[in-house]
């Protein structure tokens, strides 16, 4: 099945609910943690892509300029479209940055989801974090809004992410040390494989991400994956779980309670062991879209406070806060 158009966050809730259900959530997964870190795994492995996940035809669309441009920044195999919040009137002052990836299958364009105003249980939007003292953008990548390549599902988007974080350092506006990632469903996938690849991130925030793309595709999957699903190794390097000890930057994962993953109460285990700088928050009055809203004010609060660069990123929730989630879900 190829898809012409992202669609997940256009499908009802509870037909996404079954979707994401269908075997999967399983405990005691039995998937070994390796030492090597996904970077040097992805210096040894090439994957090898031999379908297409959908139809790479449709650019974004103009935004409204107030909101923002669409831009493109350079990354490997070229340049790649986002869009970007206008400079602020004050260039002299550094800014910190949001990274917002999105969730779905086919990146950002065709549509004028991203400026239009979408209801608090399910706003995907990133709209929270279009603040005037922060910089938000929405990249998309290899494959995706007629940019170069192919889609790779969770591998050499990795490596354009870490090409935006560079343009976006590169503003003159920008504060270089403090850029962030947040990602909801497929993108808070790619946020905490992101956290695994690199460590230039200020922090980053997983808002219901999976732990291992093999488990997920145990149940019905949207999209056709892009490689040979005959090769063992293909899974294994797209597995946030295989990876969890490359995390050296502060990573935070939100889920709902009744999409949450039993395998990341074994992987918070695994974090304690081993000091991962991972914090994993099952919400349990929340599902897969209703903590975005909540979770990304605290986020947005807690990126404004975290200004001294000179130390590791200060942000922490606390148990009041996470209660102050679940009573804003309930």
Known sequence: MVLKKRCFRQIAPALIFSLLTIGT?????????????????????????INDSFDNTEAPWEAPAEIFNVVKYPAKLGDMYAY????????????????????????????????????????????????????????SFRGENTNPGRYEMFYGELEDLDSAREYLASLPYVDPKRIYVVGHSTG??????????????????????????????????MVVLPFDKNNEEEFNVRSVYRYIKSIKTPTFYFEGHDYFWDEFNELRVVAMEHDIPLKIYNIKNGDHFNIIVPVSQLIKDKILQDTDTNKESNIRFTNEEIKWINKMVK
């Open 84 to 139: 970007l919040t206008p400079p602020p009137a004050n260039k002299k002052n550094k800014l910190p940055a949001v990274i917002w990836l999105n969730g779905g299958y086919g990146g950002i364009g065709g549509d004028d989801y991203f400026w239009t105003p979408q209801p608090v249980e399910n706003d995907q939007t990133g709209a929270t974090f279009r603040d005037p003292n922060m910089v938000l953008m929405i990249p």
């Open 188 to 221: 808070g996938t790619r946020a905490l494989l992101a956290s695994e690849y690199s460590d230039k991130f200020r922090a980053i925030f997983s808002l219901g991400g999976i732990p291992d793309l093999k488990l997920r595709t145990e149940g019905r999957m």
């Open 25 to 49: 959530f399983s405990a005691n997964a039995n998937i070994d943690v390796r030492d090597e870190t996904l970077f040097e795994a992805h210096q040894r492995f090439k994957t090898q892509i």
